[in-house]
């Protein structure tokens, strides 16, 4: 584990710290390792969440304004058919 040393800590905010400590019945440093893991954390779900939001627009773009994807699914629907191979073609194959 990495040790913090903070400097220059207001005294009335060490003195709000030690309150919340006991309140939540820890020691300070326990308590100051709670809040920093759970700032970390929400860090870490709201960094998940914005990938997340952008892999919705992402795949959002390929569908059209009216919500239908923005190729045609007769060709696919054709190739499948014509394959022989019983399974639907999917439109992406071919870039994999």
């Not at 326990?30 to 939001?53: G, M, Q, S, Y």
């Not at 919500?67 to 696919?76: C, H, N």
Request: hydrophobic residues 40%.
């Amino acid at each position: 584990m990495t040790d913090v040393l903070i400097r220059g800590l207001d005294p009335a905010t060490l003195a709000a710290l030690k309150e919340r400590a006991a309140a939540n019945k820890r020691s300070l440093q326990a308590e100051l390792r709670a809040i920093l893991e759970d700032t970390a954390e929400v860090e870490r779900k709201r960094e998940a969440r914005r990938l997340a939001f952008e892999e919705a627009d992402r795949i959002r773009a390929m569908t059209a304004a009216n919500g239908r994807p923005k190729f045609d699914s007769t060709e696919f629907i054709r190739r499948d058919r014509d394959s022989g191979y019983g399974r639907l073609y999917w439109p992406y194959d071919d870039l994999v």
